[in-house]
């Protein structure tokens, strides 16, 4: 007799329902006979009849039963007989597969997005569109012929902007690759995607900063690591916690965000950044440097990434065009040892065969190009003075209910809020008056903390959406 499993993922009442429809097309129940009791079947299965019910109202939802007061349950006859093609049950396979959906915050902050494009937008990690240099692409694009041939490139990357990346990494970075050693993608999420996948395997440990970017991204959970944290005080991660998470869990891999660290705008002190690389080569333990905002820095020099000062080869190099440029070119890349290189652009291969040309061109003709200097002096003031703005008004708006320490570099600034929160609560309360930002428990944190990126929303709203965030925290501590 078979009984639902209580200890699947998929919910009891979908497994019922799903047995019901197997055994009616099997033709156990013919179109219009009475299928058992809402009773009887409870007490069959071993579940509450409120589970049966959910599991009737599903299938009356597709059709195949109909319901009768009075008469019970029956086998639809239209469904069955005069119909006889059934239309798949799309829902039931949009909850198949192995990849997780996005975290419910992120969905609804993107849904809001969606319905009112008006809303401020201090949630969205990605430069507004005077930050990003549109004329100079523009420009670029005009000046150039792009291709004349546009088959499958290299799955590895476009040559040119491989070597592009070359001379920018040694001149920007400090970092020596070469073309063999650069893996082009389509971002910084593709570069950790491929690493999720191809480097690691369900049920192996990691290391993630805590609070991280990880944590909102469901891909570590769908390739099935087993995530332990590494807490982020106000200089970066302590490397005595890899060393001790390695012995206690044997982690293969940290994953590290060192410069203006997304959510908290930490930076990795200096001799932490020492420290890691050694217990990195005592426990050949490899380090991920998820770098996309060190140019961002808005003064002075930018911090030196873990990546130039790896001699042995540790550090797998992240970057990114998307937040020192434009997230929609979708280019970013990896600097890796080539072996490594070579397995994930042969992932790549079977994926996709590779990334579309063109944004590579236009990427490779942007790094060799006079505007990207001038395009990153820019950038950096225009950063400084939107952070500015926001700081501002928070002090203004809120100076007794938030905390933060003042970011040197990235797009976001981590807040403390002071009186106890419910995340969930605030985020409705923020919807409701014209304002998006991110629950600090999307990055793992505890309630009670918000994200706010200023370099979104346009440089006149930053006060009015403060303003509007202030209102919603007063509404939810009201509440
Ligand atoms: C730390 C970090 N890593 C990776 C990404 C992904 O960026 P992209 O794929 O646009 O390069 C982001 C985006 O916000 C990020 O903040």
Redo the contacts with the bound molecule.
């Keep these: 007799m078979w009984k639902p499993d209580r200890h699947s993922r998929q919910p009891l009442y979908e497994q019922i329902a799903d047995h019901i429809e197997q055994r009616i097309a099997y033709g156990e129940f013919p179109p219009g006979s009475l299928l058992p009791s809402e009773r009887k079947l409870a007490a069959e299965l071993g579940v509450n009849r409120s589970t049966v019910i959910m599991a009737f109202d599903e299938l009356r939802a597709t059709g195949i039963v109909e319901r009768r007061t009075g008469s019970g349950t029956r086998v639809s006859t239209t469904k069955w007989e005069i119909a006889p093609k059934h239309t798949p049950n799309w829902k039931r396979y949009a909850q198949g597969g192995q990849f997780l959906p996005n975290l419910p915050f992120m969905r609804k902050i993107r849904e809001a997005l969606t319905r009112d494009p008006s809303l401020i937008d201090f949630a969205s ?2 430069l507004a569109a005077d930050l990003a240099p549109i004329n100079e692409i523009a420009a670029l694009m005009s000046e150039h012929r792009y291709t004349s041939y546009l088959g499958y490139d290299n799955p590895q990357g476009y040559i040119p902007l491989r070597q592009a990346l070359v001379s920018y990494l040694a001149e920007h970075r400090n970092i020596r690759a070469t073309e063999a050693s650069i893996l082009v ?8 995607y491929l690493i999720t996948q191809c480097l690691l395997s369900p049920g192996d440990a990691v290391a993630i900063e805590d609070p ?3 944590y909102s991204l469901p891909m570590f959970q769908s390739a099935g690591l087993r995530l332990f944290r590494l807490p982020v005080d106000p200089y970066g991660v302590h490397p005595e916690d890899v060393r001790a998470l390695y012995k206690k869990h044997r982690i293969k891999m940290v994953f590290t ?1 060192p410069n203006f ?2 959510p908290t705008g930490t930076v990795l002190a200096a001799e932490r950044r020492k420290q890691l690389l050694e217990a990195a080569s005592e426990l050949a333990l490899p380090i991920v440097e ?1 770098d ?2 060190s140019l961002t820095a808005y003064e002075g020099t930018p911090p030196s990434p873990l990546k130039s000062m790896d001699e042995i080869g540790s550090v797998l190099y ?1 970057g ?4 020192i440029a434009a ?1 929609g070119l ?3 890349w990896m600097v890796a040892p080539r072996e490594i290189a070579e397995r994930l652009a042969d992932a790549r291969q079977q994926m996709d065969f590779g990334l579309s040309v063109i944004p590579q061109q236009v990427a490779a003709q942007f790094l060799s190009s006079s505007y990207f200097a001038p395009h990153l002096k820019r950038l950096r003031m225009q950063l400084l003075f939107k952070r500015d703005l926001l700081v501002e008004a928070l002090n203004k708006e809120l100076p007794d209910l938030i905390r933060f320490a003042v970011p040197s570099g990235g ?2 600034l981590w807040c403390k809020l002071v009186p106890e929160i419910h995340d969930g609560r605030l985020l409705e309360e923020g919807i409701r008056r014209g304002v998006v930002f991110v629950p600090g428990s999307v990055y793992g944190s505890d309630s009670g903390f918000v994200r706010f990126t200023f370099a979104r929303a346009r440089t006149e709203d930053i006060p009015a959406g403060v303003a509007k965030f202030a209102e919603a925290l007063r509404a939810a501590i009201g509440g």
């Design positions: 990690g990605e993608t389509s971002g910084s999420q593709q570069s950790l991280s970017y990880c965000n660290h997304n998820d996309p905002f992240i990114s065009f998307s937040k997230s979708r280019i970013g797009l976001h």
